[in-house]
């Protein structure tokens, strides 16, 4: 039986937070909550939920989920797997099983859970949502040959492979960061639809302006880093 670790990082999600937690399938053996900077219940409402509650202080998605890799670092039994997703419940956590099935069945490196239109709830992705998504996934496809459809958070890796792309990025650009090594590595890859659904409360990054711009911009240098690189 594979042993997996789930990653959550968390920015003031106290009224979802919970909900994400209870609903992750029993198969998984430590769920980690990574709360970045929360000044709401987000921490005392994932620890009754049953999770391994982190704080990060320095704010960015890519920073709590860092903070989520060190603390596995420093045990003494590694996972096989680690599954990333949101805490706004968004995603849906019972759908794990769906995400980690190729890793577990077919020995594929890396899965992502694609938000695909006709799983999406309306109203759940915004328009510079998609449009990023579609530009992003677009350029990965002409330089690099990447049948990626999206960047979504929801996603799982083989712990060995996690470690083998040395991530680096604190911020917005961590998803498309392991997308891009995973590509420059030839590690297998697919993706699995997954249902998606209105966030409890207000995205930080699609949100606001200046959260989808900065988003926008690392994205991209990310993609255009690495279209350059050898």
Request: with cysteine; net charge neutral.
């Amino acid at each position: 039986m594979a042993i997996i670790k789930v990653i959550i990082p968390a920015y003031n999600e106290a009224d979802s937070i919970g909900l994400v937690v209870k609903a992750i399938p029993k198969l998984v053996d430590e769920i980690i909550v990574v709360s970045n900077n929360s000044t709401d219940n987000t921490e005392i409402n994932a620890k009754e939920a049953g999770a391994t509650v982190l704080s990060e202080p320095h704010k960015g998605y890519g920073y709590a989920c860092l903070k989520g890799m060190q603390h596995i670092a420093n045990q003494p039994t590694k996972p096989d797997i680690i599954v990333f997703l949101d805490g706004d419940y968004s995603d849906y956590p019972e759908e794990l099983t769906k995400i980690v099935s190729p890793i577990t069945n077919d020995n594929i490196d890396f899965v992502i859970g694609a938000r695909v239109k006709n799983l999406r709830e309306s109203g759940s992705m915004t328009s510079p949502q998609i449009f990023g998504n579609w530009l992003a996934t677009s350029l990965m496809a002409l330089f690099f040959k990447s049948t990626f459809t999206d960047l979504g958070p929801f996603r799982a890796i083989k712990y060995a492979k996690l470690l083998e792309l040395d991530m680096e990025d604190k911020t917005y650009g961590w998803t498309v960061e392991m997308q891009l090594k995973a590509l420059k590595r030839d590690f297998s890859y697919t993706e699995v639809p997954v249902n998606y659904r209105n966030r409890i409360g207000v995205s930080k990054v699609s949100g606001t302006i200046k959260g989808a711009i900065f988003a926008g911009a690392k994205i991209l240098g990310w993609i255009f880093k690495y279209s350059i690189k050898k």
